[in-house]
């Protein structure tokens, strides 16, 4: 009669084992593979230095809609995570598991971010622009550009760093550090200036540093990017003649005010190695930093006999153009009534 109940009670021992092998299995597997995020889209969580685990939590139930945070929870204790969180730029993908996520996040395995600069005329600019696309504060990044050794050690100086930056978009990880990245726009420079831009460079005279200075001024000049190529031989011509540029933008720069609507005697006197009325040549360094039209405006000047430009009178932001100081001296002096006549100062 024993048998039989021992029989019975191993059955009903394996039974309950099954079953409680199946609701582990059951909770294990929901805890790895059922999808667990439900963004409305693609969700891209960004991880600063400082931000714990609590805090990744909270974004995912926030953010990334999770389903139950507790699973993701016990998933990542059980793999050591929560004191080993990365920085970084993360997909979060509607119906994404907590495996794949964790996966994710442990190994940093980021997306990369598309970061654009264009029409930026100082490094504080710059480094705002920069700032809002990645992980490096503003501060940061300031401090850096304007670090006379490490600018040396790109080659550069902090008045000339601004022509390294090839305005463009580039693909990097959102938390690349401030010299990485600085390293890598060192990169895109020389790949930007191949040998037939060298080339083209070496003709007029200039260094690809002195062309994207000289691009500056040209792109400051003009709301008209047609106007960059007679632009650019108008100062080729007054730098193969040994003339001053007396580029008023110089000014501007030289003032730090790019606002100024007219410039008066006062600003022709500023004691600056900007001030292209009382020093002849280039700048020590670029204005702003120069479109890569502006560039390809230098490197493709338009040849001719123009020494003088003066701003049309209807305030376009086109220009005239003359070989001759009295011709020039007529539309400056039709120009200086029109602002006088709009009370500008």
């Known amino acids: 009669?024993?048998?039989?109940?021992?029989?019975?009670?191993?059955?009903?021992?394996?039974?309950?084992?099954?079953?409680?092998?199946?609701?582990?299995?059951?909770?294990?597997?929901?805890?790895?593979?059922?999808?667990?995020?439900?963004?409305?889209?693609?969700?891209?969580?960004?991880?600063?230095?400082?931000?714990?685990?609590?805090?990744?939590?909270?974004?995912?139930?926030?953010?990334?809609?999770?389903?139950?945070?507790?699973?993701?929870?016990?998933?990542?204790?059980?793999?050591?995570?929560?004191?080993?969180?990365?920085?970084?730029?993360?997909?979060?993908?509607?119906?994404m598991n907590n495996r794949d996520l964790l996966n994710r996040l442990r190994r940093g395995h980021q997306e990369s971010v598309r970061i654009t600069f264009h029409n930026v005329r100082t490094v504080e600019d710059l480094a705002e622009r920069l700032a809002a696309q990645l992980m490096p504060d503003s501060g940061e990044l300031a401090a850096l550009l304007e670090d006379e050794a490490f600018c040396h050690s790109l080659g550069f100086t902090p008045q000339t760093l601004p022509a390294m930056f090839i305005p463009n978009t580039y693909e990097v990880y959102w938390n690349i550090s401030a010299p990485n990245l600085m390293r890598r726009m060192k990169r895109e420079y020389l790949a930007f200036w191949t040998e037939a831009r060298r080339g083209k460079a070496g003709e007029i005279g200039l260094s690809p540093v002195e062309v994207a200075t000289l691009a500056s001024i040209v792109e400051e000049e003009s709301a008209v990017a047609e106007e960059y190529p007679v632009i650019a031989g108008l100062y080729i011509n007054r730098l193969h003649r040994g003339m001053p540029l007396q580029a008023d933008p110089t000014?501007?720069?030289?003032?730090?005010?790019?606002?100024?609507?007219?410039?008066?005697?006062?600003?022709?006197?500023?004691?600056?190695?900007?001030?292209?009325?009382?020093?002849?040549?280039?700048?020590?360094?670029?204005?702003?930093?120069?479109?890569?039209?502006?560039?390809?405006?230098?490197?493709?000047?338009?040849?001719?006999?123009?020494?003088?430009?003066?701003?049309?009178?209807?305030?376009?932001?086109?220009?005239?153009?003359?070989?001759?100081?009295?011709?020039?001296?007529?539309?400056?002096?039709?120009?200086?009534?029109?602002?006088?006549?709009?009370?500008?100062r």
């Open 1 to 95: 009669m024993r048998k039989p109940k021992l029989v019975k009670a191993l059955i009903a021992g394996l039974t309950a084992l099954f079953v409680t092998l199946l609701v582990v299995g059951g909770m294990g597997a929901r805890m790895l593979l059922a999808p667990n995020f439900m963004p409305e889209g693609t969700y891209h969580i960004r991880i600063y230095p400082g931000n714990d685990f609590q805090w990744l939590c909270r974004q995912l139930e926030d953010s990334a809609h999770c389903r139950d945070i507790g699973t993701f929870v016990r998933l990542a204790k059980l793999l050591n995570y929560p004191d080993h969180v990365r920085t970084g730029c993360y997909a979060v993908e509607p119906g």
């Open 251 to 344: 000014l501007k720069y030289a003032a730090g005010d790019f606002t100024l609507r007219r410039i008066l005697y006062r600003h022709r006197d500023l004691d600056s190695p900007y001030n292209t009325y009382l020093h002849t040549g280039l700048p020590p360094g670029p204005i702003r930093i120069p479109s890569i039209t502006a560039t390809e405006a230098v490197l493709n000047y338009a040849k001719h006999h123009y020494l003088y430009m003066c701003a049309r009178g209807d305030l376009s932001g086109r220009h005239h153009f003359t070989a001759s100081l009295a011709e020039h001296n007529r539309h400056a002096a039709r120009y200086q009534s029109e602002l006088n006549r709009r009370g500008i």
